[in-house]
């Protein structure tokens, strides 16, 4: 159904590999951190983390850190009192606290800044912290489940990340292979999303053989991102007809003429 995280659509050696952990993982309340390249989902996978929990009642709070500038992230996650800093109007709850019993994601963790990341490892060992503007703790019971397309190892040596950090948020590492380590998936991933952008009660087109060809050899650096916005590009240009080379993005197309040219074996 068109319902299932296309992060998990698949059969291949490396997914089933992932799913089998996944499910082992969601049992613990250990803290995990999902990485891989950007575009594979990895907030699709802790969202299936969460729901498969003991916590999947209880609220799964995202929460993208490269969005906030370095002291509204603080404001953000922590919460804040009336007047803490310009612009706070009124006070603020924060997502820590919003996500009380359940899941927080901290999708971006590499980009915390250096004191919200003191303020994280507080809340991970102690499980309390003080909202900006308040000394009073406020204790919370969530589970964090960090997400990073960085090399974070690369980040700890060039201190702009806490090597005790890393080691609180990394109990459990979780790995989200890219689309081309999994390309035996291709065809139900493909059919995941032909299904997922056709209207309700209209056929699923059919692939012809050209453009299943240039599927298959193109990189895709933008991964299952990458493919399901490929997928949506050629239903709209095919109109319900059958999907042909040209109805794909020209990055696609491109790739599969370039590898369909003679002399161009390397």
């Not at 999902?34 to 009642?57: D, F, M, Q």
């Not at 997502?95 to 999708?107: E, Q």
């Not at 692939?207 to 299943?212: L, S």
Request: glycine share 8%; proline share 7%; hydrophobic share 45%.
């Amino acid at each position: 159904a068109a319902s299932v995280d296309p992060a998990i659509v698949g059969t291949s050696p490396a997914i089933t590999r992932l799913m089998d952990l996944l499910s082992t993982v969601a049992a613990s309340d250990a803290p995990v951190l999902v990485t891989g390249e950007t575009g594979t989902g990895k907030e699709l996978i802790a969202r299936r983390l969460h729901a498969l929990s003991a916590r999947s009642a209880k609220p799964f709070i995202a929460v993208n850190c490269a969005a906030f500038p370095e002291t509204l992230l603080e404001a953000e996650l922590f919460g804040h009192e009336r007047g803490a800093f310009t612009g706070a109007a009124k006070k603020r709850e924060g997502r820590f606290r919003a996500a009380h019993g359940g899941t927080l994601m901290l999708d971006e963790v590499a980009e915390i800044p250096l004191p919200a990341q003191a303020k994280l490892l507080r809340v991970l060992q102690e499980g309390t912290f003080e909202p900006l503007g308040s000394d009073v703790p406020v204790r919370v019971d969530v589970r964090v489940v960090s997400a990073t397309h960085r090399d974070l190892k690369a980040r700890i040596a060039e201190r702009s990340f806490r090597e005790d950090l890393y080691y609180r948020i990394n109990g459990i590492n979780l790995h989200v292979p890219p689309l081309r380590d999994r390309s035996a998936d291709l065809p139900l991933l493909v059919n995941h999303f032909l299904m997922g952008f056709v209207r309700a009660g209209e056929r699923v087109p059919d692939v012809a053989i050209d453009a299943w060809r240039a599927l298959s050899v193109y990189p895709f650096p933008g991964n299952v991102r990458e493919l399901g916005h490929a997928i949506q590009h050629a239903v709209v240009l095919s109109r319900g007809g059958t999907i042909e080379l040209q109805h794909l993005p020209p990055d696609i197309q491109a790739v599969a003429t370039a590898a369909a040219a003679p002399g161009s074996a390397e």
